[in-house]
């Protein structure tokens, strides 16, 4: 892959460099990758968190910060998610570079070896995971999983997403179910873990100023006894058929309406007309310069907040808005009505130009992070695609408006999903009567 070097470790298990010198760190990222699936998505979720709780050589949260703070105050973190449906569980470890410690310290060498511990030699008891652990991290997955409603815009987005993609593996949440969470102890979930750990593709970023060689060497010493050719990696189906447009309505207790319409792009990244659509996404609904904000929010005061995104590894479009539950069919009149005025062609060169250097500024800060950059380059790498920063902002930089409306014209509502007050839709009901 352009911008990395890819270093095969063994059938299934491959090694990624990202050679920089920006920064006083260096960051092993460590992703499994999983089908997104029901009956294992609370297990993917839970796993890497039980992993964290301890290994046979650092048996206890206590054992492992005393570790990491030897290795001048090392961080380590872990999660899931999912990209289109790709269920990644995900593992991070941070440490100062070599070059700037002594040099018998050798960090970069002993952070690694805690995370072949910490993924490859788990903490057993009686050949299952430990009792107490399991328990305590299910309750946090849980309060996780029931948080979700706490922020109804997110809360609103993956409920459209969940309605559009119903018949779909993406509609599973990547933290799984409460029910199928409580389904699982110790026995299982260990057993769930050999499954994972023995078949499952695995991808190491690296990224700081290593020597390659030096990375290769520790990194096979450590992984290369884990070959497998059933090690394949998930592929996400891409839906281009809308039979009807589904409304789904959903009453709970918020002060604000939420509003998420769904669209089918019926575009892949590998798709030549993806750099149309990011502009497209822009000039829609990316910021303060785009035709949703300035018209639906701005001009006619019609939303709280609105936005467009893409979901681009399934090919999807969301937009987001909060608004009053009486403004619902003018809000969604007024989106129909913008996106209408791309398909003509309406788009002024202040709209273009704006989102252009707002992807360009966008893509360049991700250089500032090497978490950033390795999320950049695992989504290349998932979608199947070859894009460094500086080629995906020369495609972007390369597309014309004629490019843009000939990709809107494709574009397809699926679902409209609104979360709104029981006593704000009946006052708007009463409204729709009068009239």
Do not use: W
Not at 279 to 291: A, C, D, E, R
Request: proline share 3%; aromatic share 10%; with cysteine.
């Amino acid at each position: 892959m352009k911008g990395l070097k890819q270093i095969p470790i063994s059938k299934g298990i491959n090694l990624y460099h990202i050679p920089v010198d920006k920064f006083k760190t260096s960051t092993i990222s460590i992703f499994i990758h999983r089908p997104l699936r029901k009956e294992e998505a609370a297990m993917n979720a839970l796993l890497p968190h039980v992993l964290k709780r301890g290994s046979k050589d650092f048996p206890s949260s206590q054992v492992i910060a005393k570790h990491l703070e030897g290795l001048y105050g090392a961080n380590f973190d872990c999660g899931v998610n999912k990209k289109g449906e790709d269920h990644i569980i995900s593992f991070h470890f941070d440490v100062i570079s070599d070059q700037y410690v002594p040099s018998q310290d050798k960090l970069f060498k002993k952070i690694l070896k805690f995370a072949y511990s910490i993924l490859f030699n788990p903490l057993l008891e009686e050949e299952a995971f430990k009792k107490e652990y399991v328990i305590q991290e299910k309750k946090k997955i849980e309060d996780q999983i029931k948080g979700l409603i706490n922020n109804k815009m997110v809360y609103a987005i993956e409920r459209c997403y969940q309605e559009m993609c119903r018949n779909e593996a993406f509609s599973i949440y990547e933290l799984g179910s409460i029910e199928d969470l409580n389904a699982i102890d110790e026995k299982k979930l260990y057993e769930h873990y050999q499954e994972v750990i023995n078949t499952s593709p695995i991808d190491i970023f690296v990224v700081g100023q290593i020597d390659e060689d030096e990375i290769y060497g520790m990194v096979t010493e450590l992984f290369s006894s884990k070959s497998n050719e059933t090690r394949v990696y998930p592929t996400t189906q891409i839906k281009t058929t809308v039979d009807q447009v589904r409304k789904v309505e959903e009453i709970l207790a918020v002060n604000q309406g939420k509003l998420s319409l769904g669209f089918r792009t019926k575009i892949t990244p590998r798709d030549k007309e993806y750099y149309p659509l990011v502009v497209y996404n822009g000039i829609l609904g990316g910021g303060s310069h785009s035709k949703l904000f300035n018209n639906v929010r701005e001009k006619l005061s019609l939303a709280y907040y609105i936005f467009a995104r893409l979901e681009k590894f399934k090919g999807l479009m969301i937009i987001s808005s909060g608004i009053e539950p009486t403004n619902y069919q003018k809000t969604v009149d007024e989106i129909n009505a913008q996106m209408e005025e791309i398909k003509k062609g309406n788009i002024s060169d202040y709209e273009f130009e704006a989102t252009i250097k707002s992807f360009t500024n966008n893509i360049r800060s991700l250089a500032d992070s090497p978490l950033y950059m390795t999320d950049y380059y695992l989504g290349q790498l998932v979608a199947g695609t070859e894009d460094t920063f500086e080629d995906l902002i020369e495609k972007i930089s390369s597309v014309k408006k004629e490019d843009v409306v000939a990709v809107a014209q494709n574009i397809e509502l699926d679902t409209i999903y609104f979360l709104t007050n029981n006593e704000d839709r009946k006052e708007e009901k009463e409204l729709e009567t009068d009239k």
